[in-house]
């Protein structure tokens, strides 16, 4: 709840000298930015990637809500806490070098993501990481959050699992990178795919891979 807070304030926060991010400006970062770092060298996952590619422009959302400030890199490496805050846990955010103005379902989204990878690399508490990861919008609602559009949340979710959390994989040469890069794919694959992102959905499409994991 602590970092739900934080993340509603900074989007209540107004900032004007800052860029805008769009989801026009995300799907060309995938397209010429992600898709060309996987190159050839990973065949089955560009494969799947293309797809989520193909899907993501296909329903590309509109801008029709006005930006907010957005922390722009919000996973939970970018969260100092603070135990001796007034009232509980308190939560302060770093990182703020890509700060940007957007829509809310980014930051929302790419924090989900950050989730995915965690059930990737632990499979004994996945499905605790995947429901939260599916519960962030209606969290973040609760907290006095902008109101989620479910359909913008899910596209934003599906391509932050693809180009940040693959990427992420690759560019730190992650144990068993192979296997990870392709149940994060299934994953994105299998949110673009639902009408709301459900966990156990999640879980069955990356369930092959994390299997794998355990036993190797």
Same mark, same amino acid.
């Given at each position: 709840?602590?970092?739900?807070?934080?993340?509603?304030?900074?989007?209540?926060?107004? $900032?004007?000298?800052?860029?805008?991010?769009?989801?026009?400006?995300?799907?060309?970062?995938?397209?010429?930015?992600?898709?060309?770092?996987?190159?050839?060298?990973?065949?089955? $996952?560009?494969?799947? =990637? +293309?797809?989520?590619?193909?899907?993501? !422009?296909?329903?590309?959302?509109?801008?029709?809500?006005?930006? $907010?400030?957005?922390?722009?890199?919000?996973?939970?490496?970018?969260?100092?806490?603070?135990?001796?805050?007034?009232?509980?846990?308190?939560?302060?955010?770093?990182?703020?070098?890509?700060? $940007?103005?957007?829509?809310?379902?980014?930051?929302? &989204?790419?924090?989900?993501?950050?989730?995915?990878?965690?059930? #990737?690399?632990?499979?004994?508490?996945?499905? !605790?990481?995947?429901?939260?990861? =599916? &519960?962030?919008? !209606?969290?973040?609602?609760?907290?006095?959050?902008?109101?989620?559009?479910?359909?913008?949340?899910?596209?934003?979710?599906?391509?932050?699992?693809?180009?940040?959390? /693959?990427?992420? =994989?690759?560019?730190? =040469?992650?144990?068993?990178?192979?296997?990870?890069?392709?149940?994060?794919?299934? #994953?994105?694959? #299998?949110?673009?795919?639902?009408?709301?992102?459900?966990?156990?959905? /999640? &879980?069955?499409?990356?369930?092959? +891979?994390?299997?794998?994991? +355990?036993?190797?």
């Amino acid at each position: 709840r602590a970092i739900l807070q934080a993340l509603v304030a900074m989007h209540e926060t107004p $900032v004007d000298d800052l860029k805008t991010f769009t989801a026009a400006k995300m799907l060309e970062r995938y397209t010429t930015m992600f898709l060309r770092r996987l190159g050839d060298t990973r065949d089955a $996952v560009m494969v799947k =990637c +293309q797809r989520l590619g193909a899907m993501l !422009a296909e329903r590309i959302p509109d801008q029709t809500l006005p930006p $907010v400030t957005l922390h722009g890199d919000m996973h939970m490496g970018n969260v100092l806490f603070n135990s001796a805050a007034a009232g509980g846990v308190g939560v302060t955010l770093i990182d703020l070098d890509e700060a $940007v103005r957007g829509d809310p379902e980014y930051d929302l &989204a790419i924090l989900a993501s950050s989730l995915v990878l965690m059930a #990737a690399l632990q499979p004994d508490s996945a499905r !605790a990481a995947l429901a939260t990861a =599916c &519960a962030i919008p !209606a969290l973040y609602e609760l907290e006095g959050g902008h109101a989620v559009a479910a359909e913008r949340f899910r596209w934003y979710f599906a391509g932050a699992i693809a180009s940040r959390q /693959i990427k992420r =994989c690759i560019s730190h =040469c992650a144990p068993h990178c192979d296997q990870l890069t392709e149940q994060l794919a299934n #994953a994105a694959l #299998a949110v673009m795919q639902a009408s709301v992102p459900e966990p156990d959905a /999640i &879980a069955h499409a990356m369930a092959l +891979q994390a299997m794998e994991l +355990q036993d190797a």
